[in-house]
């Protein structure tokens, strides 16, 4: 079966460490995203990366690190800068080629609570 | 400032009737819209897509209709059923130039029996 996952579902942690979100995808696509979702917001962009060891901030990266090592993983970092990390994140992936993404396709989410 | 708005955060539809959400944008370097369907605690599904060269995509019961004129796109959903009960997420990037896609805050629509 081809498709995006996340691990894990729920993710508890406490407030001062870091953690590191998983994210794997098996569609051969070449571009990864990673998104936060909060309560009444529609999705934002932290970070994302169209090749192999490389990777761009997005709109709200301070606070999260990524790096993306194999074509098939896109690991996310929450670090202890992160000022509201408890949150909803997403992660996605597309095709890419001649400087164009394809259409981006979502994992199921990790929710992330941070007591 | 927001490129993508969803201006209406929730939408009640009867049972059979057509759903109609609504997007506007404001950039216009973008090329390429999206629509993706999301229910609670789940990622987004995608649903349909149309290039700004079309200014109508259909598939099955989805109808997406684009007027750049306007920076207006509109979802029609029609019958609409119980499972189209979830958050509808419009979505706009600009290929080729920024491969970010921007998404609006999204409209919850509720199926009544």
């Known amino acids: 079966d081809g498709g995006i996952t996340q691990s894990p579902k729920y993710l508890f942690r406490k407030e001062g460490q870091n953690v590191t979100l998983s994210c794997e995808q098996n569609?051969?696509?070449?571009?990864m995203y990673w998104y936060r979702q909060d309560p009444g917001q529609g999705l934002r962009l932290i970070y994302y990366s169209q090749i192999v060891n490389d990777f761009q901030k997005g709109d709200i990266a301070e606070g999260y690190s990524v790096s993306r090592e194999k074509k098939e993983s896109f690991p996310l970092t929450v670090t202890s800068a992160q000022k509201n990390p408890t949150a909803f994140y997403l992660c996605?992936?597309?095709?890419?080629?001649?400087?164009?993404?394809?259409?981006?396709?979502f994992g199921p989410g990790t929710r992330l609570t941070v007591l | 400032d927001q490129q993508v708005k969803q201006n209406s955060p929730s939408l009640s539809v009867q049972e059979g009737r057509i759903s109609i959400l609504n997007c506007d944008y404001t950039n216009s370097m973008f090329d390429y819209f999206l629509w993706y369907k999301k229910y609670p605690a789940e990622g987004p599904t995608f649903l349909i897509s149309?290039?700004?060269?079309?200014d109508k995509n259909e598939d099955g019961r989805f109808t997406v209709f684009l007027n750049k004129s306007a920076k207006h796109l509109s979802l029609h959903i029609v019958p609409s059923q119980p499972g189209d009960s979830a958050v509808y997420f419009c979505?706009?990037?600009?290929?080729?130039?920024?491969?970010?896609?921007?998404f609006g805050k999204g409209t919850r629509l509720h199926i009544l029996p």
């Open positions: 979505a706009a990037s600009a290929r080729g130039r920024d491969d970010k896609i921007i």
């Open positions: 569609l051969n696509h070449d571009a």
């Open positions: 149309i290039s700004s060269i079309k």
């Open positions: 996605a992936s597309s095709y890419y080629a001649s400087g164009s993404s394809d259409t981006q396709y």
